[in-house]
Nanobody, 123 residues
Framework: QVQLVESGGGVVQAGGSLRLSCAASEGTFSKYAMAWFHQAPGKEREFVAAISRSGGVTDYSHSVKDRFTISRDNAKSTVFLQMNSLKPEDTAVYYC????????????????WGQGTQVTVSS
């Protein structure tokens, strides 16, 4: 497993932007597909975005497509989530996750998780 630490959450008004970061301890970071999930109070953890090991392939949930961008810097063992045009319904705890191999959208496929960072969007 790899140790993951998220940062960048906070409180923002609707329409604003935030950039989340997730730093990994693993030196072989480039062998891991990475993803972001979020979980709102009383709801299941949901897929937000995923990125392949090289960064060449990305996937997004329908609700964030065209607003959020996932990227990675393998030299710095870090994955990012740029969130624009934020909506109150984006309010949740955001988790990054790592999976050795190919990226998927299923949380059960990921075996390393960060502690989460709170994102709150006010209307």
């Amino acid at each position: 497993q790899v140790q993951l630490v998220e940062s960048g959450g906070g409180v923002v008004q609707a329409g604003g932007s935030l950039r989340l970061s997730c730093a990994a301890s693993e030196g072989t970071f480039s062998k891991y597909a990475m993803a972001w999930f979020h979980q709102a109070p009383g709801k299941e953890r949901e897929f937000v975005a995923a990125i392949s090991r090289s960064g060449g392939v990305t996937d997004y949930s329908h609700s964030v497509k065209d607003r959020f961008t996932i990227s990675r810097d393998n030299a710095k063992s870090t994955v990012f989530l740029q969130m624009n045009s934020l909506k109150p319904e984006d309010t949740a705890v955001y988790y990054c996750a790592a999976r050795f191999g190919i990226a998927t959208v299923d949380a059960q496929d990921f075996d390393s998780w960060g502690q989460g960072t709170q994102v709150t969007v006010s209307s």
